[in-house]
Structure formats: structure tokens, C-alpha cells
Nanobody
Framework: QVQLVEFGGGLVQPGGPLRLSCAAS????????MGWYRQAPGNQRELVAS???????NYVDSVKGRFTISRDNANSAVYLQMNSLKPEDTAVYYC?????????????WGQGTQVTVSS
């Protein structure tokens, strides 16, 4: 059974930091590309940051220089360090794992964790 469980969401003041963690089980973690998505009320879910199995990272423009994604293959975990948070970063953040094979796409999601940036 595949599980992605996010930790670390909460309420933070503007300009503050927050670190999200995602623990994966039931998959061969090192083979998957991992990503953090977010969805604010009334908005579509957007990709915030991704890290492929080779370690290359990618970020949406609005978080470049503020967010850092990393992964720990030995512990099947992916992290999102968020600094200089802004109210517009408020959203539910989701962990995602993707594996593309010839046969199919394996695509798994966590349950989401709420991040609220407010004074």
C-alpha cells in the first residue's frame, strides 16, 4: 500500500520560515520523481517545486530563491524548506510521487497539509 504523509504545515507570520516533510512508504522511493504542489481556495493546483531522481530541481518562478526542495532516498523522504513566506503562499501543500514507465504512469498523492501565512 502506497502512502505519502506530509508533516510540518501550520500558521506562520509573513517573512517567517516553515519546513514541510513528506514520508513515503510502499514505493521504491529512489526511482520516483518527487514534487510539492499547492492549492489555494478558488485556484488550480500548481507545481511549486520538483526534484527528479537524479537530483535536479525545478521551481515555479514565484518561489525561486525562497523555497528549497530536497530528498533523502535512504529514508524515503522529501522536504520543502520555505523561507521569507508571503501571504500568497497560503495554500494546502501536497506531496507527489511520479514514475513514468513504458506501461504506465505511477502517480501518488499525499493528503495535504495546510500552510497559512498571516500576521
Amino acid at each position: 500500500q502506497v502512502q505519502l504523509v506530509e508533516f510540518g504545515g501550520g500558521l506562520v507570520q509573513p517573512g517567517g520560515p516553515l519546513r514541510l516533510s513528506c514520508a513515503a512508504s510502499g514505493i521504491r522511493f529512489g526511482a520516483y520523481d518527487m514534487g510539492w504542489y499547492r492549492q489555494a481556495p478558488g485556484n488550480q493546483r500548481e507545481l511549486v517545486a520538483s526534484i527528479i531522481r537524479a537530483g535536479t530541481t525545478n521551481y515555479v518562478d514565484s518561489v525561486k530563491g525562497r523555497f528549497t526542495i530536497s530528498r533523502d532516498n535512504a529514508n524515503s523522504a522529501v522536504y520543502l524548506q520555505m523561507n521569507s513566506l508571503k501571504p500568497e503562499d497560503t495554500a494546502v501543500y501536497y506531496c507527489n510521487a511520479k514514475l513514468f514507465t513504458i506501461e504506465r504512469l505511477y502517480d501518488y498523492w499525499g493528503q495535504g497539509t495546510q500552510v497559512t501565512v498571516s500576521s
